[in-house]
């Protein structure tokens, strides 16, 4: 028996053993007689392997439970977000798609997490299924343990202040392993911008307190990790497959449509 099990033994033995032995305290066998009945069981192989097999399939019941509930009140809760789907605001982040699109994307991201790289080739997948319907609103959260998320969001929020926003954006997701000082220069290069402005935008107050802007509101709104989505303002936590955004959007436009 593994020392978790022994660790819980004796609480479990009484339970085993009372029912092992309902019989005959029933018929009014003596307290100390009862007792050593238990311990002589509980000595024995067999007894022992059967309270080992007893307690496992108690906490193995226990974790199915706790699982159910669990996932019960995740449905219940993402049910309850239809309802009252999360609002925020875009502000002047960057937007990609149409204007009267019926859905809106909410995505918080880290350009150095290699999970938001997969949430970005995620949604150039909505984003080509969508075309007419859904637009996409990027967030920055960068997290403190990325070195380069800060300095990378400071970059694509200075591409932004010249027109280049997705641009830039694209080319970080598609280079993270290249994110720096040298690579983000040679990016605003590539693309055509006036480095001179480039520099100053991505050093400037502006740009630190617009990513801190982000950040907080993801942490407003309950975003702990990246990447993070708001559907329509249901939540998706995670670098979650196409189809999972798509049960949303196409339920979110179904209701759109009086379906």
């Not at 028996?1 to 009372?18: G, T």
């Not at 970059?155 to 954006?169: D, L, M, P, T």
């Not at 480039?198 to 309950?222: H, P, W, Y």
Request: proline residues 6%.
């Amino acid at each position: 028996m593994n020392k978790r099990l022994l660790s819980r033994l004796p609480l479990l033995a009484l339970v085993a053993s009372a029912c092992i032995f309902a019989p005959q305290a029933s018929a009014e066998i003596p307290d100390k007689d009862f007792a050593a009945a238990i311990d002589k069981y509980l000595a024995s192989d067999s007894g022992a392997e059967k309270v080992s097999n007893t307690v496992e399939r108690y906490f193995q019941k226990k974790q199915v439970e706790e699982a159910r509930k669990q996932q019960e009140a995740k449905a219940a809760a993402f049910e309850e977000q239809f309802k009252n789907p999360v609002k925020i605001d875009p502000g002047t982040s960057p937007v990609k798609g149409p204007k009267d699109a019926k859905v809106t994307i909410i995505e918080f991201s880290d350009f150095q997490c290699p999970f938001c790289k997969r949430g970005y080739q995620t949604m150039e997948e909505v984003a080509k299924a969508y075309p007419k319907d859904v637009k996409i609103v990027f967030k920055h959260y960068p997290l403190p343990f990325h070195p380069q998320a800060t300095p990378a969001a400071k970059a694509s929020w200075a591409a932004q202040q010249q027109g280049k926003f997705w641009e830039f954006h694209n080319e970080l997701f598609e280079n993270q392993n290249q994110l720096g000082d040298a690579f983000y220069t040679a990016t605003a290069t590539k693309l055509g911008l006036d480095l001179k402005k480039f520099e100053a935008d991505r050093k400037s107050d502006a740009a630190e307190k617009a990513v801190q802007a982000d950040a907080d509101l993801g942490q407003k709104n309950g975003i702990e990790g990246t990447p993070g989505f708001f559907v329509g303002g249901v939540q998706v936590e995670g670098a979650q497959p196409i189809e999972n955004f798509k049960k949303i959007i196409d339920r979110l436009l179904n209701k759109a449509a009086g379906k």
